[in-house]
């Protein structure tokens, strides 16, 4: 079963509104990814967490913050996001970074059905 | 630099016809991985095929097809009697295996749209 779950669906906030991006999955996974998408773009990767700790930040703004309280789950929080930030943030998992030695090979990510994020 | 070129951004077929989507890669890694990801409206990445650059056997999955060509750094997708539901946009990647954190290099991607 290869389901990452991802919750919610839609969400519209303000630039002063705190929220969190939620997403799971059970199959056992070990890495996990946050993906951010705008309108006919392809995805781009934000975070990469591995044995629950964050193993690749891709420069992306304090504004993001995330965290993995363990192995199944992953949260991103929002804080004082601007308009520009309005796109689909996807959520991934895979069998682990590269056996557990980070660099070396390429396990299959699955990907969640992503989270509609509105910035008003 | 690792890079993935997906030259069609847009494919319009009547139901029935065959359609194939190119991609075109880039890399200096000897040990490298190429997928197909396909999206249709509802948003989600369906993951469609893995490949390693050590293994040039074409692939077929149901109405599904893979052409890997090393010599032409291509890895071709193509659909047989497209149907309706195939409408999505699919993604072309490539991840190097030194690549830290399972890195994908995405292609832009190709909208495909089956009418029927």
């Known amino acids: 079963d290869t389901e990452v779950t991802q919750t919610p669906k839609h969400l519209v906030m303000g630039m002063t509104n705190k929220k969190s991006l939620k997403c799971e999955q059970h199959m056992g996974h070990r890495a996990m990814y946050w993906y951010k998408q705008k309108a006919k773009k392809p995805p781009e990767l934000m975070f990469v967490y591995s044995y629950e700790k964050l193993s690749i930040n891709e420069s992306v703004p304090s504004r993001f913050s995330p965290e993995c309280p363990n192995s199944s789950l992953l949260n991103l929080h929002l804080h004082a996001l601007q308009p520009e930030d309005s796109a689909l943030y996807l959520c991934?998992?895979?069998?682990?970074?590269?056996?557990?030695?980070?660099?070396?090979?390429?396990?299959?990510?699955?990907f969640g059905p992503g989270t509609r994020l509105t910035v008003l | 630099a690792q890079k993935v070129t997906q030259a069609q951004t847009e494919i319009s077929v009547v139901e029935k016809e065959d359609v194939t989507l190119d991609c075109v890669y880039e890399?200096?890694?000897?040990?490298?991985?190429l997928f197909w990801y396909k999206q249709p409206p509802s948003g989600e990445l369906v993951f469609l095929i893995r490949r390693n650059s050590f293994d040039e056997q074409n692939e077929i999955s149901g109405r599904y097809s893979w052409n890997f060509q090393k010599s032409t750094s291509s890895f071709n997708f193509t659909i047989t009697a497209s149907q309706v539901v195939d409408s999505a946009v699919y993604f072309c990647?490539?991840?190097?295996?030194?690549?830290?954190?399972?890195?994908?290099?995405f292609g832009g991607g190709t909208r495909v749209l089956v009418k029927p």
């Open positions: 990647a490539l991840s190097e295996a030194r690549a830290a954190g399972n890195k994908l290099t």
């Open positions: 890399t200096r890694d000897t040990t490298y991985y």
């Open positions: 991934a998992s895979s069998h682990e970074v590269s056996g557990g030695r980070p660099g070396l090979g390429t396990d299959t990510q699955y």
